[in-house]
Structures are given as structure tokens and as C-alpha cells.
């Protein structure tokens, strides 16, 4: 799924567009035990309390793609019988009015799903008649070619509110409020099946995570059947050791430097796509040969380490290997940001027989906000 893909489906989140049949809910302890359930039509909800769960299932589609939202695609042994495609397409086929299937999937998260501490399950089935599209992409509600049926799972932390004081306005005082247990937005969540160029696919499932470095390996690899992809953090990690492989002795400032401000003009370039940027092995070799340094031994020590840095899925996403709001230079003593596009200020150069790390000022510089005169002394 791309950016315009989630986007049209959480715009069903909202009482004019709402395709929301049903809603199921299971609130499990510490202990990993179910305390109560919920089943209810969804449009049978108070329109207060359906805004509160519109508030929920769109945080479960927010975030970066690749950091927050990763699309997982089910391996083929997944989708034969008793795999989890093959659960999960049982699942969304009884719009969760199996008490049996649905107990099912309860089971499943709370045995793969690692958290200490009480949590709900919310998992919402629906129903969305996707209009067609003219020629000047406008859409024909009257034209519509399929219905793409999903559910959407949603875990959510409840936690136990912070003491305090409030007002009570019948009794004209203040009281120490009440404690109460309080449901937070989504920690992790998944949406399935697919929603990919506006038709379904059954084959991929769309995972949430509010945290992108804890992805919750269990409940992917255990629940989903899926291969753990590469976190946005490890993918960071695994090409700084690329870098590092490939490049040897000469990884030097200038390197990284030219490294980082070409990935930064691609992304610029490629902003309004609704694909983020993913770097294949020919993009990463052609970004280090710009470094100057690549010669046919480097090449090879490429090749060699590649595999290992990309993942199984074999390539890279621009967006968690730099930054494109800032460009940081620490030393064990001094730390220097810039936004990225201001890098070519920061200049290495000889003072005195060592290398220096040069910023040139102006007459606009603050010391502890403090303006102070930076202007040469005329001789």
C-alpha cells in the first residue's frame, strides 16, 4: 500500500463515510487474561463514542511507510490451510459473528503478542464500495466495480489515569479525582487484506506499529507468518556498516557528506510520489561511485556485503538511511546540526597543521541567545 491507498481508506473513518459493520473487542490483564468482551453493530454505537473509535482506527493507519506502516506480504505456506492468510480470509468471511473464529483470533494475539501490561484488542470488520473513477479521476459513485471487505485490528494499551485534583461544580469545591482505567491510542495494529491501487489483495496485509523499533517480532513472525523485515533503525544501522565495508580508509567526511546530500536531491525529487523512495542495489552502488573513491576492489567488497545490509527484501528505504531535516557532525567534545540543505557550509580544512572542521559566520550569530559582534577589526 502506498500513501494515496491509506489515505482513501481512512477517509472511511468518518461518520458521512462510514462502511464499519461491526466492532469486537477483548480486554486482556498483565496476565495475558481476557477480563470482558465486546460485540456490537457498529452504527448502533452513540455518535460520541463512534468518534472516539474513528480517533482510534485512523491512528492505526498514521505514520511513515517503512517506519510506522509496513506492508507484509504472506509467504506461501501462510496461505494453505491453518496458515494465517488462510485464518485471517475465515475471519473477515464470518464479519466477525463466529464466536468461535473470533475467540480464535483473541487466542492468537494474546499468545504472540509480548506486552506486560493490560491492553484491549479492537478488531472492526467493513465494508467499503469503491467508486469508480472517470477519465479526469473524478470519482462515479454510481460506477462502482468492487467492494473491498477488510478488517482492522487495532491493540491498545489501557493504562490507569494520573491522580489530581478537580472542580466540582454541583458542590462549588475541589476533590481528589478519580483514577480510572483509560484506553490508549494503538500501540500496534494490522489491516487486512491489502488496499492496493484501490483493489484488494488478499496476499498482503498492512502492519502498524507506533514504535518503529518495536515491531513486536512474535506476533509477526508467530501470528502473521511473516519474515521480520528490517526495522527503519536496523536498516540505518546495516547501511552505515555498508558504508563503512565498502569504503574502508577512504569513508571519509567528504564521502559521507556527498552520499548524504545525493540522497537528499532524490528524495526532494521524488516527494510527491506516493511511493517512498526504495534504493536498489544498482541506485546504492551508483550513490557510492559519486563518492569518487569506488575502484573495482571496492565494487567487489559491495557485492559482497549488500545481501546482508538489505534484508530479504532487498532494498533500502531512502527516508531510514539519512535525514532530510538535519545534517549532524559529533565530536567526543562538540556537536554541530544544520538542515540538510545548508551541509555545504561545513568545510574541513588544515589550520595549523590540523584538520579542522570550519563553519563560516556572518554577522547574525548568537552566543547562549545572546547577538554578538562578529565583524573583523579593520586595520
Known sequence: MNKKDIAEIKKQFTPENCAITRICGCYVDGEKNKRTEMKEAFLSLPEEGAFKYFEIFRKALSGTLGKNLMNLEFPLEAEREGGAQEFL?????SRLT????????YDKIIASYAYGENYLILVIHGA??????A???QEMFDASEEVYEYLLCCICPVKL????????????????RLRDWLVDMPASGFLFPAFEERSTDIHRLLYYSKKPEELHEELIEEFFGCPLPVSAGGQKE?????????????????????????LNTWIEEKKEEPEPLELTRAEVRRLFSETGVMDEEKL????????SCAGSQGTLLASNVTSTRKFEVKTPHVMIQVEPEYMGLLETKLVEGRLCLVVPVDDEVEVNGMPVRTAMKQE
Do not use: W
Open 89 to 93: 480470509f475465515r475471519l473477515r468471511g
Open 98 to 105: 463466529e464466536e468461535e473464529v473470533l475467540e480464535e483470533l
Open 128 to 133: 467499503y464500495d469503491i467508486p469508480g473513477k
Open 135 to 137: 477519465a479526469d479521476n
Open 161 to 176: 489515569s494520573k491522580p489530581g485534583l478537580y472542580y466540582n461544580t454541583e458542590e462549588n469545591c475541589f476533590q481528589t
Open 238 to 262: 546495516n547501511f552505515h556498516v555498508l558504508m563503512e565495508e565498502t569504503l574502508g580508509e577512504d569513508l571519509s567526511y567528504q564521502a559521507v557528506k556527498t552520499i548524504h546530500e545525493t
Open 300 to 307: 567487489e567488497q559491495f557485492e559482497r556485503s549488500y545481501e
